[in-house]
């Protein structure tokens, strides 16, 4: 079993990351480019603890690279945190924590911590859930300044 944790300071309170962090549609666009998961795409309301979704996995969205499952465990609201349970092809574990904590009213710090078994496999496929967790914050510090900029225009 390896431990991958990448973290980042994005531009938006947690109290607007978090329910984004919530929902496949979210998923999908820090997702976009490196992985697509079409299961996840039809899915159209937020995570819910027991959410079951199974399909292909692609490799830069169109490799097709195994089928994967991801089951929702937890979704503590005071915490901020959703825990999903993951697998398929080599992957026999893939547990990710996904952690939204306040760091002023303007910003967050936001984790993607992955426990991950691939048999031997494994320093590999932690290798690559590195590389793809940077690239998913990017995606996130990208969009996340929008995403508080529309949540003041609705409250104001």
Same mark, same amino acid.
């Given at each position: 079993?390896? @431990?991958?944790?990448?973290?980042? +300071? *994005?531009?938006? %309170?947690?109290?607007?990351?978090?329910? /984004?962090?919530? @929902?496949? #549609?979210?998923? !999908? $666009?820090?997702?976009?480019?490196?992985?697509?998961?079409? /299961?996840?795409?039809?899915?159209?309301? %937020?995570?819910?603890?027991?959410?079951?979704?199974?399909?292909? +996995?692609?490799?830069? =969205?169109?490799?097709?690279?195994?089928? #994967?499952?991801? !089951?929702?465990?937890? +979704?503590?609201?005071?915490?901020?945190? *959703? +825990?999903?349970?993951?697998?398929?092809? %080599?992957?026999? @574990?893939?547990?990710?924590?996904?952690?939204?904590?306040?760091?002023?009213?303007?910003?967050? #710090? $936001? @984790?993607?911590?992955? #426990?991950?078994?691939?048999? *031997?496999?494994?320093?590999?496929?932690?290798?690559?859930?590195?590389?793809? $967790?940077? $690239?998913?914050?990017?995606?996130?510090?990208?969009? /996340?300044?929008?995403?508080? /900029?529309?949540?003041?225009?609705?409250? =104001?």
């Amino acid at each position: 079993m390896r @431990t991958i944790e990448v973290s980042t +300071i *994005l531009d938006a %309170p947690a109290d607007v990351i978090w329910p /984004a962090t919530k @929902t496949p #549609h979210a998923f !999908v $666009y820090v997702a976009r480019g490196m992985l697509r998961f079409p /299961a996840s795409e039809r899915l159209e309301r %937020p995570w819910q603890v027991g959410d079951e979704v199974r399909g292909w +996995i692609f490799l830069f =969205g169109v490799v097709p690279f195994s089928k #994967h499952r991801i !089951v929702v465990d937890s +979704i503590d609201e005071e915490a901020r945190v *959703l +825990i999903s349970n993951e697998g398929g092809g %080599p992957i026999r @574990t893939w547990r990710h924590e996904l952690i939204t904590t306040e760091v002023n009213a303007r910003q967050c #710090h $936001y @984790t993607d911590r992955i #426990h991950i078994d691939a048999g *031997l496999l494994t320093p590999l496929v932690a290798g690559f859930a590195k590389l793809f $967790y940077r $690239y998913r914050q990017r995606r996130w510090r990208q969009i /996340a300044p929008l995403l508080a /900029a529309c949540n003041r225009s609705d409250r =104001g």
